[in-house]
């Protein structure tokens, strides 16, 4: 999920989206900066600060109305090390591009993760593996943006408390109680694991609307530069 905050621009390379979180306008980079920042780490002896051995790769995001965001995700069953990768990709990218949830259906990825961080500085990642909510309350009314639908923002009805119970990236069970733009993110990204998109809540004049709006700066967009990065898929041994 996205969301709007006023001020944005695109400069140069530098993509800097109109939703993002005040004070991670520099965030929002473009592919040459992208690999330049990969192959600076790579080249220093500096340990990056997610504390790896290896940089992580932002990951490709699809977009409405790829088909491919309409994919069941299945649960996940086996917590290893490329489990943790895949994570640590996810938040990344979702950092990057600058979102605040980022389900695996939108990296290509159809199994039952969720990446969040609402907070301003990055000081609250939360990891949901198969998740399953238990108690909703108080439905009401937030705006919404979605980084498979970018540039677009609507209100969609959903309940601002939420019960959820799901699993840590070790596999350890857990619950915990959400509420306000947290239990909207939870709901959000939970749609996206189900294949359905927050447009789906819209009228089908708003969504075809859209849907053309995005077809048309997609024909815009520059070609993207050839990535050597390693797909998403190539973690969990596709
Ligand atoms: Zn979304």
């Not at 979180?21 to 929002?28: F, V």
């Not at 939108?106 to 990446?115: A, E, F, N, P």
């Amino acid at each position: 999920m996205s969301r709007r905050v006023s001020g944005g621009r695109r400069s140069g390379n530098v993509r800097v989206w109109p939703w993002a979180p005040k004070g991670t306008e520099r965030r929002g980079f473009g592919e040459s900066e992208k690999a330049r920042n990969l192959t600076d780490i790579m080249m220093s002896n500096e340990l990056p600060f997610w504390q790896g051995s290896t940089p992580m790769a932002l990951l490709d995001i699809l977009e409405f109305p790829d088909p491919r965001l309409r994919t069941r995700a299945v649960p996940i069953t086996t917590f290893d090390a490329a489990l943790s990768r895949l994570i640590d990709d996810m938040f990344e990218t979702m950092y990057a591009a600058p979102g605040i949830g980022l389900a695996a259906s939108q990296v290509d990825v159809h199994r039952q993760l969720i990446v969040m961080d609402c907070s301003n500085d990055r000081s609250d990642p939360l990891v949901f593996i198969n998740p399953e909510i238990l108690a909703r309350e108080n439905v009401g009314v937030m705006e919404e943006g979605c980084l498979s639908v970018p540039g677009i923002f609507d209100e969609v009805e959903r309940a601002q408390r939420v019960r959820v119970r799901a699993k840590d990236r070790d596999g350890k069970v857990f619950e915990c109680e959400l509420d306000g733009i947290r239990a909207v993110c939870l709901q959000h990204e939970m749609d996206h694991l189900d294949g359905k998109l927050f447009v789906d809540y819209l009228s089908t004049l708003k969504r075809d609307r859209i849907r053309k709006k995005l077809e048309k700066e997609r024909r815009d967009r520059p070609a993207k530069p050839t990535s050597d990065e390693v797909p998403a898929g190539a973690a969990l041994g596709r």
